[in-house]
């Protein structure tokens, strides 16, 4: 039976289909991930829309036997305008959206909250230490961020001054012993204690937290490897070549 229905939700992406059509991917609290047609985005000017990163409660007709949803009205929260404000904005949300879609986990609400905080941090424009934030927050939800104190392979504790490596069997940082790519991926003493205090702490203090910006953007790269080998993926927004545009870390 068809139904209309009400979704908190958040647009993650949007697409262009047929010629005058649009499908919007949301994130909702309730459902997860899921797909919204906006029929006549494309052409009429009195169509109802919504924009990329746009945070509303839809109001929504779905039609359950042929299992789509098409958007009947919107009552925005925010439509996050400074996530397209500048590359570095551009960036972190694109990199957040992407890893949005590729998440596993079965509760969704802890992720909204996550990816809807995180956009409206962009008004700081601190992009480095937000797009680390939410990656090592992402982890975490998804249940692959150890505990940086003990070695997740052989169980042995770490010392203070340790650097780690990488299993690739496991997924996971390790000690130099258990590390089997052979230091291809290496996290030194301050990054992990800035990973594992930082992933401990709210969002908000955990923005706070002062590194220089050298160790930002190593930090920032080491947890784009790292989520990239514990996933199996090479992310899109990885290959666009808008990071080192963005960020210089060709340089």
Same mark, same amino acid.
């Given at each position: 039976?068809?139904?209309?229905?009400?979704?908190?939700?958040?647009?993650?992406?949007?697409?262009?289909?047929?010629?005058?059509?649009?499908?919007?991917?949301?994130?909702?609290?309730?459902?997860?991930?899921?797909?919204?047609?906006?029929?006549?985005?494309?052409?009429?000017?009195?169509?109802?829309?919504?924009?990329?990163?746009?945070?509303?409660?839809?109001s929504?007709?779905?039609?359950?036997?042929?299992?789509?949803? +098409? *958007?009947?009205?919107?009552? =925005?929260?925010?439509?996050?305008?400074?996530a397209?404000?500048? #590359?570095?904005?551009? @960036? /972190? !949300? +694109? *990199?957040?959206?992407?890893? =949005?879609?590729?998440?596993?986990?079965?509760?969704?609400?802890? #992720?909204?909250?996550? @990816? /809807? !905080?995180? *956009?409206?941090?962009?008004?700081?424009?601190?992009?480095?230490?937000?797009?680390?934030?939410?990656?090592?927050?992402?982890?975490?939800?998804?249940?692959l961020?150890?505990?940086?104190?003990?070695c997740?392979?052989?169980?042995?504790?770490?010392?203070?001054?340790?650097?780690?490596?990488?299993?690739?069997s496991?997924?996971?940082?390790?000690?130099?012993?258990?590390?089997?790519?052979?230091?291809?991926?290496?996290?030194?003493?301050?990054?992990?204690?800035?990973?594992?205090?930082?992933?401990?702490?709210?969002?908000?203090?955990?923005?706070?937290?002062?590194?220089?910006?050298?160790?930002?953007?190593?930090?920032?790269?080491?947890?784009?490897?790292?989520?990239?080998?514990?996933?199996?993926?090479?992310?899109?927004?990885?290959?666009?070549?808008?990071?080192?545009?963005?960020?210089?870390?060709?340089?």
């Amino acid at each position: 039976m068809d139904r209309n229905e009400k979704l908190l939700s958040v647009v993650v992406k949007t697409t262009r289909i047929k010629e005058n059509d649009r499908l919007l991917t949301l994130l909702s609290p309730d459902i997860g991930v899921y797909n919204l047609t906006v029929y006549g985005a494309q052409k009429s000017k009195k169509c109802v829309k919504a924009s990329l990163y746009t945070e509303a409660v839809f109001s929504v007709y779905h039609n359950k036997e042929r299992a789509v949803r +098409s *958007l009947v009205d919107l009552e =925005v929260i925010s439509i996050h305008e400074q996530a397209s404000s500048s #590359l570095g904005a551009i @960036f /972190t !949300s +694109s *990199l957040m959206s992407e890893l =949005v879609m590729l998440y596993k986990g079965e509760t969704f609400l802890p #992720l909204y909250e996550l @990816f /809807t !905080s995180c *956009l409206d941090e962009l008004d700081d424009e601190n992009y480095v230490t937000i797009a680390t934030q939410f990656m090592i927050r992402y982890m975490k939800l998804s249940g692959l961020l150890p505990d940086f104190i003990y070695c997740p392979v052989c169980g042995r504790a770490y010392d203070r001054e340790e650097t780690l490596g990488y299993n690739s069997s496991f997924s996971v940082p390790c000690c130099s012993n258990c590390d089997n790519i052979y230091s291809g991926l290496i996290l030194p003493k301050n990054a992990r204690a800035y990973i594992r205090d930082s992933a401990n702490a709210p969002l908000s203090k955990a923005l706070e937290f002062v590194i220089s910006p050298m160790q930002a953007s190593r930090i920032m790269r080491y947890m784009l490897r790292y989520i990239g080998l514990s996933l199996g993926v090479e992310l899109k927004v990885m290959k666009s070549g808008l990071i080192d545009a963005t960020f210089n870390f060709g340089n």
